[in-house]
């Protein structure tokens, strides 16, 4: 078994509900070669107190304060104070199973990998009540050319199970801080552009955390961060234009096919964007009379039909 030391990055914003869970779940892995580094970014409820009764318990445990600036900018601070070359991630709010580090150093140790991820289980109150919810993730290998193009397609790593390589981080500067973007996502594809490879198993080793309060909670925000993260790759790498324009109305035609959404203020938003970039143009007249006159689900069910037929 590997000896290598985890630097373990957990950004805090208010989080005092469900930060205990979050960092009993690190003291509580079998590989304990770790150390945690917890960044308050500027709560101003009592999270701040309890990060420190831990500190005073467990010198493996680190407090970094900073004023409220997001969570790119905190993982950012956490990765700067960090000592391990391996670096694993895990917001406030979500908890890891106990041999997940266990499990995942072992395979970065017997491979060349640059990051491993594994599935991991959605849930809202107790994991163990809900282990049916499995985010489902495309484990295997993803390297080179088609696994930028997988990528560009859907994100395929939730952060919560990531451990990667802090010197494969670093070659790409790490997370970018640009507001609205998913920043995870956005990190990954700017990795395997510059030439890092992933490894992800199919085994669930965490549990996402979803309510109301989490950062992408809220209807269509996770849409729009990835199409705001798939915009920043064209600027940056502008050869990837094509595809990521592709995968945006692919995206946004799901989406609408999928879900009741609840305005047309926001349906024909999306149907500005995709009209934008898609070679073939759709009329949305006739799509804000159906929404009007027979209401989201109808519509829902049309477009679904439509997009079926279309493809």
Not at 109 to 114: I, M, P
Not at 181 to 187: A, F, P, Q, R, V
């Amino acid at each position: 078994m590997s000896s290598d030391l985890v630097s373990v990055i957990m950004p805090a914003y208010n989080a005092e509900k469900y930060i205990s869970e979050a960092i009993e779940s690190v003291i509580q892995q079998t590989y304990t070669h770790w150390e945690l580094i917890v960044v308050d970014d500027g709560s101003t409820d009592n999270t701040a107190a309890i990060i420190k009764n831990y500190t005073a318990k467990d010198s493996r445990i680190r407090y970094i304060q900073q004023p409220h600036q997001r969570q790119a900018r905190a993982r950012n601070n956490g990765l700067f104070h960090a000592s391990g070359e391996l670096i694993a991630f895990l917001d406030a709010d979500d908890i890891w199973m106990p041999g997940k580090l266990e499990v995942q150093v072992d395979i970065m140790h017997r491979n060349s990998c640059d990051v491993t991820f594994s599935d991991a289980y959605f849930f809202e109150t107790k994991p163990a009540a809900e282990l049916q919810q499995r985010i489902n993730v495309k484990y295997g290998k993803y390297e080179g050319e088609q696994a930028t193009q997988d990528f560009l397609d859907d994100n395929r790593i939730p952060l919560l199970t990531a451990v990667a390589r802090k010197s494969s981080l670093q070659k790409v500067d790490n997370f970018s801080e640009l507001p609205g973007i998913h920043e995870d996502y956005d990190l990954w594809i700017r990795m395997l552009i510059n030439g890092s490879s992933f490894l992800g198993i199919e085994t669930p080793l965490a549990y996402y955390r979803v309510h109301p309060s989490s950062a992408s909670y809220g209807e269509g925000k996770l849409l729009f961060m990835d199409i705001h993260t798939l915009e920043n790759i064209t600027v940056l790498y502008p050869q990837y234009k094509i595809q990521a324009e592709r995968s945006i109305v692919k995206r946004i035609q799901e989406y609408l096919g999928n879900n009741n959404v609840s305005s047309w203020g926001l349906a024909n938003e999306l149907f500005g964007i995709r009209n934008k970039l898609a070679e073939k143009k759709m009329r949305i007249l006739p799509w804000r009379w159906i929404y009007k006159i027979s209401g989201k689900k109808i519509f829902r069910i049309l477009f679904n039909l439509f997009s079926a037929k279309s493809n």
